[in-house]
């Protein structure tokens, strides 16, 4: 008696599933568009006007890549799945506008153990949604099922960005000076970093459910920790409109001082006053549920921050005004002063944090 021979589908791999979620993703990747996109979803690759670029003296491109780590298990455990998207935006075109950079267009990879066209549709929802808020388009992406590889409920999502920035206004450490104020703008929550953490103080050592009500978040823990990450790219760059800005710091992995750092001169140093501001309730949990010192949260987690602008001492009120206006809460949190022998790091933080 003689065996069938082997086929895709025994091996795991549905295509007319990816072709399904193809179909239900379309109206999402087509509000997340641009003038300059040019033909549709479906083809080999995404194509954008250049042309476009033609009002730049010397356009620079910047091109960046993440994804959103660990935060894609809490998504898979709620079975939620049309917000994780965002906070793969809010990652690659918040690193994209650091620099100064308009982001222009995105790419998406999403990485499944078995396809599911409904959810790998709400994933795409959520990143077009994303675009729409960074002002970028989504021009394509892939979708590829691991069977045997990953488990049928598990998944992952990467992506990558390109933006454009007139090469004489590119920001950066370069432009800071002494005396110049640090602006932070406040975070929507953890966003995107540090879930490794949080999982193993939140769920391994202090056995909370996601469903748990917590009355210091008003909401569930699971709904705390799936909140989208704040996408500042059109802020910032209303910023740069309104008033002079010299640097942006995107607070992510490794936290505010260590991200702050690196747009900081040698020679001149940030110093950042913690009683400007009083992180939200998550991060005290966080420290309290597994006895975390402030120094581990400081350096894993954004602590209510989630990007800084430096600004000439005399724009900070016009970009207070700014933020403010865009619905962005942000406040003076330090000043950058002379470096001197004695200060070994590029920023120092001061103070306790206010109640």
């Given amino acids: 008696m003689s065996e069938s021979g082997s086929t895709y589908a025994a091996a795991g791999v549905d295509i007319e599933a990816g072709d399904r979620a193809v179909e239900l993703m379309k109206e999402w990747v087509k509000k997340a568009s641009r003038p ?119 998944f992952d999502v990467a992506g990558a960005g390109t933006g454009v920035v007139e090469a004489d206004r590119v920001l950066g450490a370069d432009r800071i000076r002494t005396g110049d104020a640090v602006i932070a703008m406040a975070s929507s929550g953890l966003h995107s970093n540090g879930y490794s953490l949080v999982r193993h103080v939140l769920f391994d050592r202090a056995g909370w459910a996601l469903d748990r009500e917590v009355p210091e978040l008003g909401r569930t823990l699971g709904e705390e920790l799936l909140e989208p990450t704040r996408i500042y790219s059109l802020d910032c760059l209303a910023l740069t409109r309104t008033t002079e800005v010299h640097a942006f710091s995107h607070i992510t992995g490794g936290g505010l001082a260590n991200n702050l750092a690196r747009v900081i001169p040698e020679g001149l140093r940030a110093v950042v006053d913690r009683s400007t501001w009083t992180p939200g309730a998550i991060f005290e949990l966080v420290g309290r549920a597994g006895s975390v010192e402030r ?61």
């Avoid at 670029?53 to 010397?58: D, E, F, H, I, N």
């Avoid at 799945?81 to 690193?95: A, E």
């Avoid at 100064?100 to 549709?121: H, Q, S, W």
């Avoid at 954004?302 to 900070?316: K, L, Q």
């Fill in 36 to 154: 300059e996109v040019v033909g549709g979803l479906g083809g080999f690759a995404g194509l954008f006007d250049a042309s476009a670029l033609a009002r730049y003296q010397r356009p620079l491109l910047a091109s960046a890549t993440d994804g959103v780590g660990t935060k894609v298990d809490i998504a898979r455990r709620m079975g939620v799945y049309d917000t994780i998207g965002r906070d793969l935006v809010g990652m690659v075109v918040d690193d994209l506008v650091v620099c100064g950079a308009e982001p222009l267009f995105m790419t998406d990879y999403i990485c499944v153990g078995k396809v599911y066209p409904e959810r790998v549709a709400a994933i795409v929802k959520g990143i077009a949604e994303g675009c729409t808020l960074a002002g970028c388009a989504l021009v394509g992406g892939e979708t590829a099922e691991h069977p045997g590889l990953l488990g049928a409920d598990d």
């Fill in 295 to 355: 120094l581990e949260l400081e350096k894993t987690l954004n602590m209510g921050v989630g990007m800084m602008a430096v600004v000439p001492a005399d724009s900070a009120d016009v970009a207070l005004t700014t933020l403010a206006d865009r619905g962005v809460e942000a406040w003076v949190s330090g000043e950058i002063t002379e470096r001197t022998a004695g200060d070994a790091e590029a920023v120092t933080l001061t103070g306790d944090h206010a109640s």
